[in-house]
C-alpha cells in the first residue's frame, strides 16, 4: 500500500468498516524468506532492486522454521502468490555419471519437482511492478499406486513425503547426518531450479539464441548474487548446464560462470563458512563433485604457477580440505567462481580482506570490495514508525524514501530545540505503544520513563546474549554496593529465536 500510494486511503476504508488496520496486518504472516540477518536481506534486497525502474526477479527457497516454535506462514494460505505449474521443473539427485564421446551424462537420478509461486513486489511510485518468485517441492508421483495394491501403504507415501521435506522446513539441524543431506538438498533444490528458470528467460529473450554462442552476452543480462554460502553450489551447476546440457567447451563456461556470479560473505565465523563432506557430494550430487574437483584443479595450478613450492599455501586455499576426512570449503568454492566478492561493512570486509581470505585477496585484490548492508526505508522506517518518517518529511521533504543518504540533512538540525523535542515526542509514543502491548502479551509492567536497552537478534553464543546477561548482574550488584548512586533506570529487553 505504501509503495502504491494507497496507504491513507485503505486506511479510511477499513476505518469505515469498523475494522483496525494494524490489527489486519497482524494477521498476515511474514514470508519466512530466512534465518537472522540473511532472512532480512532476503527480504530487503528484492524491494530495493524493485525500486527502480526495471525488471528483476528475484528467486528464494523454503519457508522458515525455528526450534522453539514451527513459523508455519503458509497455514493459511497466501492471497498475494499465484502457482504458476506450467513452470515446473524437474531437480536431479542421486544417480551416477557416465562418460562418453560425447561428454559426462548424469543418470539415473531421483527427480523431484520444483513447483514455482509467483508474488509481485511493486516499486515505490514508480509504476514498475516485478516478481519474487519461491519454489516448492513436489513428488513427480504424489502416490504409488503398485506399492499401495501389493498392500505398503506406508511406502506408497514414503516418496511423497521425502520429496516434499526438502521445502516444508528451513535448514534442520545439521548435528545428525540426515539433517546434513536435507540442508544440502533444500541448497541445491532452490539452486537447480532458480537456474533452470533463468536459462529459459534468456533464451526466449530477445537477446537470446539457441546456438552454443548464445551465451556470451549472459553475464550482460544475468546477475547473480550469492549470498553467504548456502547457494554456492549455483557455481558447479551451472557449469554443469553449460558444459553437460549446452554443450559450451569448458573454458568458455568457465569464463562467463565467473562474470555472472558475485558473492557476499556474512560471517567470519567457521561454524558459518559451509563444508561439505565429499562422501556426501559423492553420493547426493556426483557429477558435481567432479566439476568441483576440477575447477579446484585449475584453481590449484594457477597458484603453483605464482607462487612455485609454495605447497602450504595450495594447501590452505584450495576448495578441498583433507583435515579430519575430505570436505569442500564452499566460500573458498564462492570467491573463485565469483568476480566480485563483499563483506556487509567496512570493518568486516577489512576482516575477511586481511585475515580470513588473506590468500585469496594476495591473488586478486581487485576482487574484495565493501558493500555495507542497509535498510529498505519503505519497510523498516514509513510502514514500522510512521510518527518518525512524517517528522523526518516534514523537516527535508520525502526525497529520503528513495535516497537514504539525504538523511544526512538532519544533522543541520541537532541543535534544534524544537526538533529534538518532536522526535523526542516520537519515541515517547511509541515506547507507549511497545509498553501496552507487553502488558497486552505477556502481562508485564515496565517504567516508561527509563532506557529501553534492546537486544533483538538470533539466540545464539556469537550474538552476545550472555555477555548482555552479565552486564544486567554487573548493574545490578553495582546498585546493590551504592543505592544512592545517579543511575538511570533502564529496562532491558531481549528478543530472539533459537539458532538452528
Given at each position: 500500500?505504501?509503495?502504491?500510494?494507497l496507504?491513507?486511503?485503505?486506511?479510511?476504508?477499513?476505518?469505515?468498516?469498523?475494522?483496525?488496520?494494524e490489527d489486519?496486518?497482524?494477521?498476515?504472516?511474514?514470508?519466512?524468506?530466512?534465518?537472522?540477518?540473511?532472512?532480512?536481506?532476503a527480504?530487503?534486497?528484492p524491494?530495493?532492486?524493485?525500486?527502480?525502474?526495471?525488471?528483476?526477479?528475484?528467486?528464494?527457497g523454503?519457508?522458515?522454521?525455528?526450534?522453539?516454535?514451527?513459523?508455519?506462514?503458509?497455514?493459511?494460505?497466501?492471497?498475494?502468490?499465484?502457482a504458476r505449474?506450467?513452470?515446473?521443473?524437474?531437480v536431479?539427485?542421486?544417480?551416477?555419471?557416465?562418460e562418453?564421446?560425447?561428454?559426462?551424462?548424469?543418470?539415473d537420478t531421483?527427480?523431484?519437482?520444483?513447483?514455482p509461486?509467483d508474488?509481485?513486489?511493486?516499486?515505490?511510485?514508480?509504476n514498475?511492478?516485478?516478481?519474487?518468485?519461491l519454489?516448492?517441492?513436489?513428488?513427480?508421483?504424489?502416490?504409488?499406486?503398485?506399492?499401495f495394491?501389493v498392500?505398503?501403504?506406508i511406502?506408497?507415501?514414503?516418496?511423497?513425503?521425502?520429496?516434499?521435506?526438502?521445502?516444508?522446513?528451513?535448514?534442520?539441524?545439521?548435528?545428525?547426518?540426515?539433517?546434513?543431506?536435507l540442508?544440502?538438498?533444500?541448497?541445491?533444490?532452490?539452486?537447480?531450479a532458480?537456474?533452470?528458470?533463468?536459462?529459459?528467460?534468456?533464451?526466449?529473450?530477445?537477446?537470446?539464441?539457441t546456438?552454443?554462442?548464445s551465451?556470451?552476452?549472459?553475464p550482460?543480462?544475468v546477475?547473480?548474487?550469492?549470498?553467504?554460502?548456502?547457494?554456492a553450489?549455483?557455481?558447479?551447476?551451472?557449469m554443469?548446464v553449460?558444459?553437460?546440457?549446452e554443450?559450451?567447451?569448458?573454458?568458455?563456461?568457465w569464463a562467463?560462470?565467473?562474470?555472472?556470479?558475485?558473492?557476499?560473505?556474512?560471517?567470519?565465523?567457521?561454524?558459518?563458512l559451509?563444508?561439505?563432506p565429499?562422501?556426501?557430494?559423492?553420493t547426493?550430487?556426483?557429477r558435481?563433485?567432479?566439476?568441483?574437483?576440477?575447477i579446484?584443479?585449475?584453481?590449484?595450478d594457477?597458484?603453483?604457477?605464482l607462487?612455485p613450492?609454495?605447497?602450504?599455501?595450495?594447501?590452505?586455499?584450495?576448495?578441498?580440505?583433507?583435515?579430519?576426512?575430505?570436505?569442500?570449503n564452499?566460500?573458498?568454492?564462492?570467491?573463485?567462481g565469483?568476480?566480485?566478492?563483499?563483506?556487509?561493512?567496512?570493518?568486516?570486509?577489512?576482516?575477511?580482506?586481511?585475515d580470513?581470505?588473506?590468500?585469496?585477496?594476495?591473488?586478486?585484490p581487485?576482487?574484495?570490495?565493501?558493500?555495507t548492508?542497509?535498510?529498505?526505508?519503505?519497510?523498516?522506517?514509513?510502514?514500522?514508525?510512521?510518527?518518525?518518517?512524517?517528522?523526518?518529511a516534514e523537516?527535508?521533504?520525502?526525497?529520503y524514501?528513495?535516497?537514504l543518504?539525504?538523511l544526512?540533512?538532519?544533522?543541520?538540525?541537532?541543535?534544534?530545540d524544537?526538533?529534538?523535542?518532536?522526535v523526542s515526542?516520537?519515541?515517547?509514543?511509541?515506547?507507549?505503544?511497545?509498553?501496552?502491548?507487553?502488558?497486552?502479551?505477556?502481562?508485564v509492567?515496565?517504567?516508561?520513563?527509563?532506557?529501553?536497552d534492546?537486544?533483538?537478534?538470533?539466540?545464539?553464543?556469537y550474538?552476545?546474549?550472555?555477555?548482555?546477561?552479565l552486564?544486567?548482574?554487573?548493574?545490578?550488584?553495582?546498585?546493590?554496593?551504592?543505592?544512592?548512586?545517579p543511575?538511570?533506570?533502564r529496562?532491558?529487553?531481549?528478543?530472539?529465536?533459537v539458532?538452528?
Amino acid at each position: 500500500m505504501i509503495n502504491l500510494g494507497l496507504q491513507n486511503a485503505c486506511d479510511e476504508a477499513i476505518y469505515q468498516l469498523g475494522l483496525d488496520m494494524e490489527d489486519l496486518e497482524e494477521m498476515e504472516e511474514d514470508a519466512g524468506l530466512g534465518n537472522g540477518g540473511l532472512g532480512r536481506l532476503a527480504g530487503t534486497v528484492p524491494r530495493s532492486m524493485f525500486l527502480s525502474v526495471r525488471v528483476c526477479w528475484a528467486a528464494v527457497g523454503s519457508p522458515e522454521q525455528e526450534v522453539e516454535e514451527a513459523d508455519d506462514w503458509l497455514r493459511h494460505g497466501n492471497p498475494w502468490e499465484k502457482a504458476r505449474p506450467e513452470y515446473m521443473l524437474p531437480v536431479h539427485f542421486y544417480g551416477r555419471v557416465e562418460e562418453s564421446k560425447e561428454g559426462s551424462r548424469w543418470v539415473d537420478t531421483q527427480v523431484v519437482l520444483a513447483m514455482p509461486y509467483d508474488t509481485p513486489i511493486p516499486g515505490y511510485m514508480n509504476n514498475t511492478v516485478n516478481t519474487m518468485r519461491l519454489w516448492s517441492a513436489r513428488a513427480p508421483n504424489d502416490f504409488n499406486l503398485k506399492d499401495f495394491n501389493v498392500g505398503d501403504y506406508i511406502q506408497a507415501v514414503l516418496d511423497r513425503n521425502l520429496a516434499e521435506n526438502i521445502s516444508r522446513v528451513l535448514y534442520p539441524n545439521d548435528n545428525f547426518f540426515e539433517g546434513k543431506e536435507l540442508r544440502l538438498k533444500q541448497e541445491y533444490f532452490v539452486v537447480a531450479a532458480t537456474l533452470q528458470d533463468i536459462i529459459r528467460r534468456f533464451k526466449i529473450s530477445k537477446k537470446g539464441s539457441t546456438g552454443p554462442e548464445s551465451f556470451d552476452s549472459f553475464p550482460e543480462k544475468v546477475a547473480i548474487q550469492l549470498n553467504d554460502t548456502h547457494p554456492a553450489m549455483a557455481i558447479p551447476e551451472l557449469m554443469r548446464v553449460f558444459v553437460d546440457v549446452e554443450k559450451l567447451d569448458w573454458d568458455t563456461a568457465w569464463a562467463i560462470t565467473k562474470r555472472t556470479f558475485a558473492y557476499t560473505n556474512h560471517t567470519v565465523l567457521p561454524e558459518a563458512l559451509e563444508r561439505w563432506p565429499v562422501g556426501l557430494l559423492e553420493t547426493l550430487l556426483p557429477r558435481h563433485l567432479q566439476i568441483i574437483y576440477r575447477i579446484n584443479q585449475g584453481h590449484l595450478d594457477g597458484i603453483g604457477a605464482l607462487f612455485p613450492g609454495d605447497l602450504d599455501r595450495i594447501r590452505r586455499m584450495s576448495l578441498i580440505e583433507e583435515d579430519g576426512g575430505k570436505r569442500v570449503n564452499m566460500a573458498h568454492l564462492c570467491i573463485v567462481g565469483s568476480h566480485a566478492v563483499n563483506g556487509v561493512a567496512e570493518i568486516h570486509s577489512n576482516i575477511i580482506k586481511n585475515d580470513v581470505f588473506r590468500d585469496f585477496s594476495e591473488l586478486e585484490p581487485d576482487k574484495f570490495q565493501n558493500k555495507t548492508n542497509g535498510i529498505t526505508p519503505r519497510r523498516w522506517l514509513l510502514l514500522c514508525n510512521p510518527g518518525l518518517a512524517e517528522l523526518i518529511a516534514e523537516a527535508i521533504g520525502e526525497g529520503y524514501v528513495k535516497d537514504l543518504s539525504q538523511l544526512q540533512k538532519l544533522n543541520e538540525l541537532v541543535n534544534d530545540d524544537a526538533f529534538i523535542r518532536d522526535v523526542s515526542n516520537v519515541k515517547q509514543d511509541n515506547k507507549v505503544k511497545f509498553s501496552q502491548y507487553l502488558e497486552k502479551e505477556y502481562k508485564v509492567n515496565i517504567n516508561l520513563s527509563s532506557m529501553f536497552d534492546v537486544h533483538v537478534k538470533r539466540i545464539h553464543e556469537y550474538k552476545r546474549q550472555l555477555l548482555n546477561c552479565l552486564h544486567i548482574i554487573t548493574m545490578y550488584n553495582r546498585i546493590k554496593k551504592n543505592p544512592k548512586a545517579p543511575f538511570v533506570p533502564r529496562t532491558v529487553i531481549i528478543g530472539g529465536k533459537v539458532c538452528m
